[in-house]
């Protein structure tokens, strides 16, 4: 069987929660009475991958902990160790930007090459991260895709935070993953449109001033008052909170958002895409 989980970045903070799963694993192997070898092929899996895992070196897939908890009876005890891996699973940088949505009273973005990550659905995403250069493993590929998935939470938010999106034209027309990948990607975004929280917004290809032009911004308000931004056009595209900073993101979203079509006008022209042959 392939071996499922990623590998540990030692310098994750999430390594130490890996570690101490490894080592409960263990311990519960041990207690068992078995040795690597016998319980590896009575798991199914592989011995290296057994031994990684117990040293906290690899990240348990949830179908791993599920037959380990079959094999050594513990009654659903390792089965509750998906919840706590299933996060450890996702990218650092998914993780951190997930616990600053997770935060967040006001989200804003704007996106100008591709549809937004969080409005993307799975066949969009599977297309794009598919595309990408260096190819993805099949592995690394799920890791993404999943943890892209996972950030849908911000929407069930209760209370829910106010969410505003500008989208380029062009994004919205670009067929990404062929048409009926495409087509149920519009039907997302005019869903997403609908809720009482969010702007979605789309920014005609016919506009002449542009002050977006720079890439992608994203700016990030909390309840304390204090923010992040980011853009790909200023400040070498890292994450910004000086208010002086921000204030730059934030001029050039407002720009951006007066001239973008208001929420109905870019439901009517979503529609319109839908119904073009």
Known sequence: MDEPGWDVDPEDGIASAVEVVGQQLRFLRETAGFHVPEFAERIGYG?????????GARIPRPEYLDKVDEVLRTG?????MKSGMRRARYPRKVRELADLEARAVE???????????????EGHMRTLFGGW??????????????????????FDRDPAP???????????????????????????????GQLRNVALQVLPTSCEEHPGTGGLIEVLKFPDGSAVGRSDGAFNGRPVSDPKQLRVLELRYGMIRA??????ESRGLIEQMLGEP
């Open 47 to 55: 011995e290296d991958l057994v031994r990684k895992i117990e040293r």
């Open 76 to 80: 659903g005890l390792v089965t509750s």
């Open 107 to 121: 989200l804003s973005h704007y996106s100008n090459h591709n549809v937004h990550g969080l409005l993307q659905t």
């Open 133 to 154: 250069l260096p190819a993805y493993s099949s592995d690394d590929l799920e890791r993404v895709v999943s943890a892209r998935l996972a950030r849908r939470v911000v």
């Open 162 to 192: 106010a969410i505003s999106f500008i989208q380029e034209e062009a994004t919205l027309r670009r067929p990404v993953g062929g048409t009926m990948v495409w087509r149920r990607q519009l039907e997302r975004l005019l869903e997403i």
């Open 259 to 264: 001239q973008a079509l208001t929420p109905r």
